[in-house]
């Protein structure tokens, strides 16, 4: 397995993971309350850092257990990680023009979070099913 593609599972996993444990977290903070009511932003914030300190140390786990020389991408690598991130960065878009929409229309805070966060969650998720799907089924030129 490619190193680029052992980073895309540690992406897929820990975004998803990360984003579970939020939503776990703010469902049972709710107990019958409105969403606007509920606190959120030290579990928003606690699950990104967690989840980046988590995929850095999984990175590097990777990193040391891959054979020398084979983690410096190749030209098929640098191409389908362009590829992956264009299709990822789609969600980003979304959640900018969601956000956006949210604050025009004066919605709480927590809507506007919530859609910017699960718009990024979206991305990273989106990009690394693409990256993995190229490096396992094959990556065509366009």
């Given at each position: 397995?490619?190193?680029a593609e052992k980073r895309?599972?540690?992406?897929?996993v820990v975004s998803t993971i990360a984003y579970a444990v939020y939503v776990v977290?703010?469902?049972r903070r709710l107990d019958g309350r409105s969403p606007d009511e509920v606190s959120y932003a030290s579990v928003l914030v606690g699950t990104i850092v967690a989840s980046i300190v988590v995929?850095?140390?999984l990175n590097i786990a990777a990193?040391?257990?891959t054979p020398?020389?084979?983690e410096k991408p190749d030209q098929r690598d640098r191409?389908?990680?362009r590829a992956s991130e264009y299709i990822g960065q789609?969600?980003?878009v979304i959640g900018a023009v969601a956000a956006l929409l949210l604050a025009v229309f004066e919605a709480p805070y927590f809507w506007i979070a919530n859609a910017v966060y699960l718009c990024f969650v979206l991305s990273a998720l989106l990009s690394s099913i693409a990256k993995i799907f190229a490096y396992r089924k094959g990556f065509g030129t366009w």
């Open positions: 397995m490619a190193f895309a599972w540690i992406m897929l977290i703010i469902l995929a850095i140390v990193a040391m257990t020398r020389g084979e191409e389908i990680q789609s969600f980003v």
